[in-house]
């Protein structure tokens, strides 16, 4: 239950609303469910709030998100809120005109990555869903170090959710908020398979 | 990365079918952010599904979800998937005909369950979510043992979702998946306070 107080002021100089304006970057990480689930709820508030909003799909298994990207596609489509941009890589990416081939993945991450890089400099967005990116990093596809000295330096008022497990150390201490969603209890456990509209 | 392969496959009879359409049983609870975050997520798929959802946010501080309640409405709106349904414990609840009026917390929270479960028994939705509903029933304005003898007999094709910290470990017990939002690092710790588009 959200009670709004922070616990400390910091001493840097900053009036509350300036602090407010700082752009957050998010790391959902952990065993457990809902890391990609609660990334897309808030950009429910970036819709609402306005922003452009991009999605960034890094692991290849379209089944998994179909229902998210179709409802946040809906709501970029109403024109009441933020656009919405979703981009998969298991999709050969949206920016890219030969879609489809089959291709080397740690050369398709390092092309997401790249655009990525490319968004942030031009301030195309004002929220980004880096979703399973975690992965990507932890295969060697993308290096950990040119991330952090990216996020680390993006201009200002652009906010990042990065999903997936095993979220590299450098990544949580750079981070200003970091989830661990911790699984306690999984219908898979129970030999459930997915369901559609729960699962996917 | 899900992976969709269960680990073991129950000796229940139920074919793989059969298990799949069994509905679903979430609590999101822990000390971190995305309980609820996470809960509007899963209604995206719901949504997206053609459910009809519904939800009852049982804490008063309506600041907090505004961007989300926005946004599932106009999703609601765009008839392209589910209905979606909004009721507030902090405006005197939707289906209420004198909103408004200063009442009793703890009255108005067991009003909120008891049309819950009117709506269960009338099967009026496929998808609920019961927000913060771990803290009436912490403050014993719900009963506990009558949310979990409810939500196990409801009729079948109904899923719940209901989050807030410290959820009862009756409800533990029965629920198919929980995930408990572990607080690794919270910008309030750092002296800031909520902002728009990232806290509601």
Redo the contacts between chains.
């Keep these: 239950?959200?009670q709004?107080?922070?616990?400390?002021?910091?001493d840097?100089g900053l009036t509350?609303r300036q602090?407010?304006?700082?752009p957050?970057l998010a790391?959902?990480?952990?065993q457990?469910?809902?890391k990609?689930?609660?990334?897309?709820?808030?950009a429910?508030?970036?819709?609402?709030?306005g922003?452009p909003i991009v999605v960034y799909q890094f692991?290849k298994?379209p089944k998994?998100k179909?229902?998210?990207e179709?409802?946040?596609r809906?709501?970029g489509?109403?024109g009441?809120?933020g656009h919405v941009t979703w981009h998969k890589m298991g999709e050969g990416w949206s920016w890219i005109q030969r879609p489809g081939t089959e291709r080397d993945h740690a050369a398709e991450a390092a092309e997401g990555w790249a655009q990525i890089k490319r968004d942030l400099a031009a301030e195309s967005y004002?929220?980004y869903v880096l979703d399973?990116f975690t992965?990507p990093m932890k295969w060697g596809w993308v290096d950990v170090a040119d991330v952090v000295a990216t996020l680390r330096d993006r201009p200002d008022g652009q906010?990042v959710v990065v999903t997936?497990?095993d979220a590299p150390a450098a990544l949580?201490d750079l981070?200003?908020?970091?989830?661990?969603?911790?699984?306690?209890?999984?219908?898979?456990?129970?030999?459930?398979?997915?369901?559609?509209?729960?699962?996917?």
């Design positions: 239950m959200p709004g107080k922070p616990e400390t002021v910091p840097d509350t602090r407010r304006r700082q957050v790391v959902h990480t952990g457990g469910k809902g990609s689930t609660a990334a897309f709820g808030m429910l508030r970036a819709w609402s709030a922003w692991v298994s998994w179909v229902g998210e179709a409802a946040l809906a709501l489509e109403t009441k809120g004002r929220f399973e992965y906010h997936g497990r949580v981070a200003d908020l970091v989830t661990d969603m911790t699984k306690v209890k999984h219908p898979m456990d129970a030999g459930r398979k997915g369901q559609q509209g729960i699962e996917w």
